[in-house]
């Protein structure tokens, strides 16, 4: 009696998340072009959190098991339940995509990225992601012969980047993820639109919440000068997740701000002046 209970209380948690999410309205959402939700596939409804929250980039980790992409931050063979990268982002964003005349959110013309973390070895996962992207191209951005033909989805590949794989390819529907020691080496942004790495790495820990320290300060500006000069936007990681840090990142000029706290940061921004830090 208690296992038939139990399987009732899952099927009935399966309906109203499934029913949730094909409820939500972005008729009214206010698209965020800095908002990036950081390991997205956490949350309780994936994808649709985000975009219920008017988040432009969202990130998921992949993991290449046998012929299917896994969705996890870690090993998934440990995993009963197994979320795929098709059916939970790819199929779903197709489908608003058809429905809204090309576009994911209405009268936002400009592409969502969907930043694809690769965990297991890069090109093996990589020719099993072409492989999964083919029937939804139409939506995609594309770069051919060095023209960019931007769709309403633009694939970012991080994680185990198969470099040298995809910067030989003339025509390609997907881009990859710089990193700061990227900048300066021939890496174009046809290449490279996003420049990503740890904020903990490059300047440990903010004590309190407070202002980011002058030291910290010269370097970032310095890094976002480079960035920008390169024509890619900059995001960091592993940033304190606080409004004070938000707003100095913000005015400073990085594109990107990077949560898992995806409430408090649409917020934020919903009562920033967005125009003056849509870069």
């Not at 094909?22 to 975009?51: C, E, F, G, M």
């Not at 202002?211 to 995001?235: A, F, N, Q, S, V």
């Amino acid at each position: 009696m208690k296992r038939k209970i139990k399987g009732c209380c899952f099927f009935l948690l399966l309906l109203t998340s499934f029913l949730t999410a094909q409820t939500v309205n972005l008729d009214t959402i206010n698209p965020l072009s800095n908002a990036y939700a950081h390991n997205d596939y956490w949350h309780k409804r994936p994808l649709w959190d985000a975009l219920s929250k008017g988040f432009t980039a969202i990130e998921v980790d992949v993991h290449k098991v046998k012929n299917d992409l896994v969705i996890a931050h870690r090993n998934p063979k440990m995993r009963k339940r197994k979320m795929r990268l098709t059916k939970q982002y790819l199929k779903p964003l197709w489908k608003l995509y058809k429905k809204q005349n090309g576009q994911i959110y209405p009268n936002y013309n400009k592409p969502i990225l969907l930043i694809i973390d690769l965990k297991t070895k890069a090109i093996p996962t990589y020719n099993l992601l072409l492989k999964e992207l083919e029937p939804f191209q139409k939506m995609l951005t594309l770069t051919e012969g060095g023209e960019l033909q931007l769709g309403a989805i633009t694939i970012i590949i991080s994680g185990n980047r198969p470099v040298d794989l995809v910067s030989q390819q003339k025509k390609r529907w997907v881009f990859l993820d710089g990193r700061i020691s990227d900048t300066g080496i021939q890496f174009t942004n046809d290449l490279t639109p996003i420049v990503s790495d740890d904020w903990k790495r490059l300047f440990g820990h903010v004590a309190g919440h407070q202002k980011i320290p002058k030291r910290d300060l010269e370097i970032l500006e310095m890094m976002i000068k480079l960035t920008h000069l390169e024509g890619k936007k900059l995001r960091l990681w592993n940033t304190p997740e606080h409004k004070n840090i938000w707003s100095q990142l913000l005015q400073l000029g990085v594109d990107y701000i990077n949560t898992d706290q995806l409430d408090s940061l649409s917020d934020f921004l919903n009562n920033q002046s967005l125009l003056v830090y849509d870069k």
